[in-house]
């Protein structure tokens, strides 16, 4: 409270702009130079701020103040993102569920975010307001939220985006503000209704196992927006209509995002993800266990509002009974040894179908090795978003193809979208996890991206990974493509997470960068004193690593051209089927490291059995693959 009461002294002397300074039109092109995105920012936060405090204290100065603030959110010209105005967002891909046919862009996930401060503005200082700052603040709510969408439904993309984090933060929006003029137009139940029907079969897309398809951090942006609606939906129905009580959201709340840290796949972040206040209601009014274990152990003590509103729940916390996870219907698995142990090694697996035109990747095969908390093989994450990012073009960037991902590639071949601008779906471009094992001492998952390729170069591959608890990976490529074929094992090592791909939550450091030393058998990988080895060993077939970049650079004002370094395991198939094993494991140094390449090996020891192995001073570690029809996988 004392922080808010600080920040409050601040919004009380906040000066308000008349006229309000205009956002460029391209505002991810241009910078902000004008601080319109700051401002709004101010106004939105500090009405909300200086409302609660009058609820807090009674002081009627908070009260004038917020509204003058709330007057001024009214008096913007627009509540719409200009990144989302016709001429930027019309060439677009849609995702499911969308026809191409879409013209209407007049409320977004921006305006919700607007309609929902102004609406809780007017909430809270609806005693200490004048008649004249109601209509205002009524009029601003119908004019550019409500009456833009109601009855209109149908002619906005999101509205039917169920698998887009847009779908919901939009209704979520809409629905409060309807809420909030209840008193005056009782009329618009319609839209309260509308909006818990639809946020109803948003959820209907979450997985059995709790996952959501556009990653960590969008389904952590969709819950915080969902949260105050149900609150206010729970509340002002005295529980008859309870969307926490979905069963999608009710068993499993913080599921996905608990299992499926370092998973930075899908534009999202890998680090824990709130915020705290959002916890704390999800595990209260689910009585989640492990939820309240994810809130308390590791996610940090909140500062905001709604931390106040929805303090930690009383639910008693229950540690994790399992470590590692197969997320089967979004083909995502992770492996780990133990949450809290940064000495253990976890893996995170992507495979799956590249059907996400929004926030997909084109990296169906895709891992991420995690140790000391440094991604030492790493997801290379999301750039800056700019106005090209989410139409076609979004393939031509590293962060989204599949060029710059750890995967396999014949003859330079990348993999393909399933939804190009006005073009039909296509079925199956992917593939999934077909096997998930995990024990106290072993996991493994066997995964089949083939479908994600066109076909003309790469046949067939198959990838397997085994983590030999807690700090050993092995991943097995078994690629079939014509005699004579390039092929490419690429992988990025871990780099310092920098300011414009930064986690949306606060309080948690930069990520340590990985140095690396290729040599002839080997890369050493090195962060913060801790040392691993890369170790190729290929089958019957001379091999050699090589290191090289890609070029990136987003489409923005003065934008500089940046370079994105990888390692790769390159070979000339001399048949139908080539077999590469790439170990991770921690050494102690470069001669280390050096020496145990040398004694890693891949080899057949008969027509249906593959061995990969390698001697080390204190243990020999040897990992047995029996030839199914389809391909190899690990033997029990």
């Known amino acids: 409270m004392a922080g808010l009461l600080a920040e409050g002294h601040r919004y009380l002397n906040l000066q308000v702009k008349n006229p309000a300074p205009e956002p460029p039109k391209h505002a991810r092109y241009y910078a902000d130079e004008g601080g319109a995105s700051a401002y709004v920012s101010d106004l939105l936060e500090g009405a909300r701020t200086l409302s609660f405090l009058y609820q807090m204290t009674g002081d009627v100065r908070y009260a004038r103040k917020g509204a003058e603030l709330a007057l001024a959110i009214c008096d913007l010209e627009d509540w719409v993102n200009p990144a989302h105005k016709f001429d930027i967002i019309y060439p677009r891909v849609w995702p499911k569920n969308v026809p191409n046919d879409q013209v209407v862009f007049s409320y977004d996930i921006t305006a919700s975010g607007r309609a929902i401060a102004l609406s809780t503005a007017y909430d809270w200082l609806y005693p200490a307001l004048t008649k004249g700052e109601r209509d205002k603040i009524r009029g601003a709510l119908l004019e550019k939220a409500i009456t833009r969408v109601r009855g209109n439904y149908e002619f906005f993309w999101w509205s039917t985006a169920y698998r887009c984090n847009w779908s919901a933060v939009c209704y979520s929006g809409l629905g409060i503000a309807a809420m909030s003029l209840l008193t005056e137009h009782p009329q618009l139940v319609d839209v309260i209704s509308e909006c818990q029907d639809r946020m109803s079969l948003t959820f209907d897309q979450i997985g059995e196992e709790g996952s959501w398809q556009e990653g960590r951090g969008y389904y952590s942006y969709m819950l915080r927006h969902s949260v105050m609606f149900m609150d206010a939906l729970k509340r002002l129905t005295h529980g008859k209509c309870d969307l926490f009580a979905h069963e999608k959201l009710h068993r499993r709340p913080l599921d996905f995002i608990l299992y499926s840290l370092t998973a930075n796949f899908e534009d999202s972040e890998g680090e824990p993800l709130g915020p705290t206040s959002m916890a704390n209601k999800l595990v209260e009014e689910t009585g989640n266990h492990l939820g309240a274990w994810y809130r308390d152990h590791l996610l940090k003590d909140g500062t905001d509002i709604f931390d106040i509103l929805w303090p930690r729940s009383s639910v008693t916390p229950i540690a994790p009974t399992e470590q590692s996870k197969f997320f089967h219907v979004i083909n995502w698995a992770i492996m780990r040894s133990d949450f809290l142990d940064p000495s253990t090694v976890t893996i995170a697996c992507k495979a799956g179908f590249n059907d996400d035109p929004h926030h997909g990747h084109l990296d169906c095969g895709q891992f991420i090795l995690t140790w000391h908390t440094v991604p030492f093989i790493r997801d290379i994450g999301r750039m800056r978003y700019d106005e ?22 014949v003859n330079g071949e990348q993999q393909i979208p399933a939804k190009l601008k006005d073009q039909p779906w296509k079925d199956g471009v992917g593939g999934p996890i077909l096997r998930f094992q995990t024990s106290a001492t072993r996991d493994y998952v066997l995964m089949e991206p083939t479908g994600a390729y066109p076909g003309k170069e790469l046949k067939k591959w198959r990838r397997s990974i085994v983590l030999e608890k807690p700090a050993i990976t092995v991943v097995l490529d078994e690629v079939t493509a014509r005699p004579g074929s390039v092929i490419e094992a690429r992988f990025f090592p871990g780099a310092q997470s920098t300011p414009a791909r930064s986690t949306r939550e606060q309080g948690f450091p930069p990520r340590p960068a990985v140095t690396y030393a290729v040599s002839k058998n080997c890369v050493l990988l090195t962060s913060q004193g801790h040392h691993m080895a890369a170790i190729p060993a290929v089958l019957d077939n001379s091999y050699r690593i090589v290191e090289d970049r890609l070029p990136t650079i987003p489409v923005i ?58 001697a080390m001073p204190s243990h020999t570690y040897r990992w047995s693959f029996t030839r199914e029809p389809d391909g190899f996988v690990l033997k029990n």
């Open 388 to 409: 090209l990012y989410f139409n076609e073009d979004r393939w031509l960037y590293p962060f989204a193809s599949s060029s710059g991902h750890n995967l396999v590639f």
């Open 557 to 614: 004002d003065n934008a500089r051209l940046e370079w994105i370094p990888y390692f790769e395991t390159v070979l000339t198939a001399t048949s139908q089927v080539s077999i590469i094993a790439t170990l991770f494991l921690p050494v102690n140094d470069k001669q280390d490291a050096d020496t145990v390449a040398r004694n890693a090996y891949v080899r057949l020891l008969n027509s249906h059995e593959l061995e990969v192995g390698i």
